[in-house]
Nanobody, 127 residues
Framework: VQLQASGGGLVQAGDSLRLSCAAS????????MGWFRQAPGKEREFVAA????????YYPDSVKGRFTISRESAKNAVYLQIDSLKPEDTAVYYC?????????????????????WGQGTQVTVSS
């Protein structure tokens, strides 16, 4: 499975942005997709996930209400809508895919549960 993230850029605080992640290859093996981000000098953190079948999404409390993950099966794509962007949202955003495991609850936030990673897309929010 190969993942290609796109849609990042330089935006102003309060703007919205939609990131895309296109999956290719053996997509039939994917169980779920997640988005993580890594700010300079910080550890990579989980921001959203959804099962490939379209079940309920998962978010950490820190982004609930501003981040929305969705998927489009026909295009093998997952999206991350970010509203009311803040300077602290500045980070490289990575999409990831998990296969071979059934995830539930807090497992969705664990990087080790994801087998495949995209290259990341930079989001920079100016104040």
């Amino acid at each position: 499975v190969q993942l290609q993230a796109s849609g990042g850029g330089l935006v102003q605080a309060g703007d919205s942005l939609r990131l895309s992640c296109a999956a290719s290859g053996r997509t039939s093996s994917i169980y779920g997709m997640g988005w993580f981000r890594q700010a300079p000098g910080k550890e990579r953190e989980f921001v959203a996930a959804i099962s490939w079948s379209g079940g309920r999404p998962y978010y950490p409390d820190s982004v609930k209400g501003r981040f929305t993950i969705s998927r489009e099966s026909a295009k093998n794509a997952v999206y991350l809508q970010i509203d009311s962007l803040k300077p602290e949202d500045t980070a490289v955003y990575y999409c990831a895919a998990t296969s071979g495991l059934v995830l539930y609850g807090s497992m969705w936030s664990q990087m080790g549960k994801y087998n495949y990673w995209g290259q990341g897309t930079q989001v920079t929010v100016s104040s």
